[in-house]
C-alpha cells in the first residue's frame, strides 16, 4: 500500500499570514511550490524495461505536461472496458508488460524555506495507478491509490546549498495490484493527473491535521463550530492554536485558543445555515502556536441524519436531482482544470440539479471547495470498484448448465464474485486505507454529506470493514453502500436502475429507511426516457428522496480523423483486442462539456423548482407550487403570455411572485391582459405560459436565467378540437375530371391540359406527385414499422434484441394486391400490403386506401392493420418501434413548419421540455448530431406540417400534413435510416440526395434500456391493430 508515506490528514494549505490565507490561492503562499508544468519523461512498455536512475540520462527524454495522463500526450493508447479487467485476472499479480513512465524534474527550493525552522513535504493529489519517488537520487517512498493523495517528508534529502537546485524523478505503473479495486467504468489513463507540490509545515508547533465539527441545537436556532487539531507536539502541554470565526457577511464573530480543540458558539442572530440552495459559508482561520501557520477553511452549518425512515437535512426531508460524475475533459482526460470543474458546476447548477455522487472515486480537492462554494449535496466516493470479478464468475457458473433464471444465475455470481476481495480478509487492510484516505482527506468538506464505501465490489466483511470504521470515525454524516441490499451497516437502501414499479414495491415493504438510485436513467444517446415518471414518484412518495442519473457527461477523446475532422473518440476506435466500445459514450453532456443533450434539457425541466396547475379564469388564478425545501420564491419573476393554436405567444407580461414558502403552494393572480384572450370565446385552443427568472444575478447564473417554466392549458378547451379533414371536392376546378391510367405496374392520374400527375406503383407501393411547379413527392408514402435503432434500444434492457431477432430493421412493405375507381367526387386506390422481412413468415397485413381530389392538390390516405395471425407463423416482436409512413421529397424541400412541441427534439417518453407552439426550422437543423449516430430528430404532438421548398424560377407549392385522428410525430433528415445505423461517427455521415420524412401515427418510447429499463408500459408499442387517416395538400407558400 505504501512506503514512508506520512498518515492521511484533510487537505488543505498553509499561509504565512491571516491576509494571504483568507485568499484561499495557494499559489500566493509563500509556503507552497508547485512543481506542476514540463517534466522530462520516458515511456517504456514494462517496468524492466525502465532505466535504472543511476543510468539514466533524463536530458535525452521528451517533454511531458504535469498533471496529465501520458497516454494522452503521444504515449500508448487509451483503452476503455467497462467491467473487465484489461489483463489476466490473477490478484494480486498483475503483467510483468506493464506500462511504466518514469518522470523527472529540476527544482528550486524557495530560499525563504529554512529546513532548520521547517519541515518540507512533497505532496501528490492523484497518480495512476502507483509509484515510486526520488529526491536527488535517494529514494524516498512508495505509494498506491490513484485518487487518493500521498505526502512525504522529504526535509533530510533536499540541497540547501547554493541556488538549491533540486531534482525529483517519479516512475508510475499503469497497473499494480491496486488496480483489482480500481476497476471503474472508465478510460485506463495513466500518470500524473493531480497538482503536484512542496509545502512547509513548521517544524515545531505545527497544526499537522484539523476537524472541523458543528453542532446545531433542535430547534436549529444556535449552533457550535469546534476545530480539534493535531500538532507535531501532540504531547505537549504549551501549545496552543488559535481559532477565528468570520461570518458569510465578513464579520469576526468568535475566537479563541486551545490546546488540541476549541469551541465558538454561534448566536442566533448570526446563524445562517448552509444548503444547497443557500450555501452560505463561514471562514475559519487556524494559526499555530508560533503563528508562522494560517490554515483556512470553509464551512457551512449544517445537520444531516435518518430520523423516521427520511433523509433529514438541517431537519427537512429532501430529495436529490442528482447526476453521477466521473471527472473527464476531452483531451486532458482525468487531469481536469479548476475552471472546466467550475464550468461543468455552473451548468449542473442552471439545469436544477443538487445533487453529485462522485462516480466511483474522490474528485480533484477543487471540486469540493466548488461545491461547497456554489451549493450540492455530495456523495462522496472511495476509490474501490471490482467489477471485473463478475466475467470469470459468471463464465464458471454458465459452465454448470444449472438452469437458473438471469436474476438467480447474477445473484450467484455475485456472492462468488464478492469472495475475491471484499470477502477475502488477505485485502482487509487495503480496502480500510481507502476508506480512511477518503474521509480523512474530506472530512472538512461542507457539501460532503454521505460517505460512499465504493460501487459494485460486491458485498463482504471487508465492505462491513470500511462501513463500521467510517461511522466511528465520523457520526456526523451518513453511509451509503448499494449493493447492501439489507442496509446493514448503511444508513440507507441504494438501488440501481428500478422501474418505477420496482421503486414503489419496495417501499410497500421497506420503508423502515430511505431509498434512493444511485445510478438511474442510463443517459446514453438519444435518451434517457421516462424522466418525468420518477420525479413524480420522489415528489408522491415519503422514502423515496431523489436519484443520481448516469450520467453527466460522455467520455468521448478528441481526435482527428485522416482528412482531418474532428470527432470524439471511443473504446472500439483504439484497437485493443478487448473492450467495451461506445459504452463509455453515456453521458447527458456530451464529451466538449459544452453543449448538453436533450436528455439534459428534459432533465432540467422535470426537476424544475416550480410546477403550476388549476388554472382558474373565473378568479383569475393559478396555482403555483415550491418545490424547493429551504428558500421561497421571493427571488423569482414570472413572465406571463398566451399561445393561441396555430398563432406566436402574445406579447408577455412580467409579475412579480409572492414569497411562496418552501415545499408549499399559494394561488397567484394572473395579469387582466393576459386574462383576456384566455377569456375570449373561440374555437382554437389556448394556453397559458409562464417563465419562471432569476430578478438578480446570483453566483451561478445572471440574471434573466430560466429556472422554470409551465404550459396550463386553458379549461374552456380542455376537449382537443377535431383535426381539420380537408374537404378533397371542393377545389376550385373540381369540374376538370382526372384521367386514370393503368400500364406496365403504374397507375398515372393526371389532369388534362396540366402538368400535375400522380403516378402509382403498383409492384412496390406508394406514388410519385408532381404539381404544376414541378415533383413534390418522389416517392410514398409507405408503410413502415420500424425507425432506427438508439443506443437504449440496442442495449440489455431494450427491445432492440428482439427487433433484431424478427429482423424488422430489414421489414419492408410489400404490396399483394391492389384496385382503384373513379367517380365525380374523387379517385380511390387500394394497395393491400405485407410488412415484415425477408426470410421470416410472420408480418403485418394492411390496406392503404387514398382518395385523391380531381385538381390533384389533396390526397388522403386511410391505413388499417393488424398483425397476421396464422398458423406456423414466425413469431412476431411483442413491440415495434413505429407505425407510420415514410416519403422522400425533393432536397429542395428544406424548410419545416409546424405546430406541436418543438423547438427541440422529442419522443413520447422525452417530451417534457418542450414546449407547444408555432416553429420553422430548416431541415438539417432537425437532425441531433449524436456522437454515436442513432435515430434522432423528432418531434411530437405535432398538430400539422408543412414543408417548403428554396425559391426558384417557379415556386413550388407547400406539402401540408394532418392526421385525422389527432396530434403526431415525424422526422425529417437527410440521412437514411441505414447510414444512422452503420456509422459510428458524425463525420461520416453521408447525405442523400432526398429530403425524407417520416410521419407516425405512433411511435415506441426511448426508455434507458443500454443499462437499465425498456419504456415504461405505457410509453411502449405493442404489436396489435392500428387505424389512422393521413390528409396531405399542395398549398400556396404563405
Known sequence: LQRNRLPARAHFYNFEDEATALTFDAKKSSLHCSLNGRWKFRHDLSPLEAPEWDEA???????????????LQGYGRPHYTNVNYPFPVDPPNVPFENETGSYFREFLLPQSWDAGQQAIRLRFEGVDSSYHVWINGKRVGYSQGSRNAAEFNITDKLNLEGRRINTIAVRVYKFCDGTYVEDQDQW????????????AFPRLAAIEDFTITTHLDDEFTSAKVTATVQTTDADSADFRFGLKLISPDGRVIGQGEGNDQVTIDIAQADLKLWSAEQPALYK?????????????QRVGIRRVEVRNGNILFNGQPIIFYGVNRHEHHPTMGRAVPCEATRRDLLLMK????????????????????????????????????????YKPERAILDAKNLGLSRVEAREATYVEAGKWLSGNPEWRAAYLDRAEQLVERFKNSTSSIIWSMGNEAFYGENIAA???????????????????????????YSRMYYTIDELKE??????????????YAHAMGNGPGGLKDYIDAYRSEKSLQGGFIWQWASHGLLQRSSSGQPFYAYGSDFRQALNDSDFVMDGMLWSDHERPSPGLIEYKKVIEPVTVDNLDLAAGTVSIRNHLFFSDLAHLEASVSVTVQDQKPTSSVTMALPPIGPSSSGEVEIPEEILAPLREQSEENKWLNLSFFLHSEVSWAPRGHEVAWA????????????????????????????????????????????????VFDLARGGFRWAGEAGVTITRGPELSIYRGMTQN???????????????????????????????????????????????LTWAVRARLEYTISHSLQSVSVRVTGDIEKRKGSSPWPTTIPRIGLDMALPRSYNTVNWFGRGPGECYRDKKEAQRLGLYESKVEDLHVPYEVPQENGGRCDVDWLKLQAAGGSVVSPALEIRMAQGPFSFVARHHTTQELEEKTHPHLLQECDDTLLYVDHAHHGLGSGSCGPPPFPHDRLYMGPFDFTMHLRLVDID
Open 284 to 296: 475559519v482561520l487556524l494559526s499555530s502556536g508560533s503563528h508562522s501557520q494560517v490554515v483556512p
Open 188 to 199: 485506463w489513463l495513466s500518470g500524473i493527473f493531480r497538482d503536484v507540490y512542496l509545502v
Open 466 to 492: 470500511m462501513a463500521q470504521w467510517v461511522k466511528k470515525r465520523d457520526p456526523t454524516r451518513l453511509v451509503h453502500y448499494e449493493a447492501d441490499l439489507e442496509a446493514k451497516d448503511t444508513d440507507m
Open 711 to 758: 404550459q396550463i392549458k386553458a379549461p374552456a378547451c380542455l376537449t382537443v378540437s377535431p383535426a381539420v379533414t380537408p374537404n378533397i371536392t371542393s377545389d376550385d376546378e373540381s369540374s376538370i375530371k382526372a384521367e386514370v391510367k393503368e400500364a406496365r405496374g403504374r397507375l398515372v392520374i393526371s389532369r388534362p391540359g396540366h402538368n400535375a400527375s400522380i
Open 506 to 519: 419496495h417501499i410497500a415493504n421497506r420503508n423502515d429507511r430511505p431509498l434512493i438510485l444511485c445510478e
Open 350 to 389: 442552471r439545469c436544477n440539479i443538487n445533487a453529485i455522487r462522485t462516480s466511483h472515486q474522490p474528485q480533484n480537492p477543487h471540486f469540493y471547495d466548488l461545491a461547497d462554494e456554489l451549493g450540492f449535496y455530495i456523495i462522496n466516493e472511495a476509490d474501490l470498484e471490482c467489477h471485473g470479478f
Open 57 to 71: 540520462k533524463p536530458e535525452s527524454w521528451s517533454d511531458i505536461v504535469v498533471p496529465g495522463m501520458w497516454q
Open 793 to 839: 434500444d440496442v442495449g440489455f434492457g431494450g427491445d432492440g434484441a428482439e427487433w433484431k431477432r424478427c429482423l424488422l430493421q430489414i421489414a419492408r412493405s410489400w404490396v399483394t394486391k391492389h384496385s382503384w375507381t373513379s367517380n365525380d367526387d374523387a379517385i380511390s386506390v387500394v394497395s393491400e400490403v405485407r410488412v415484415g422481412p425477408p426470410s
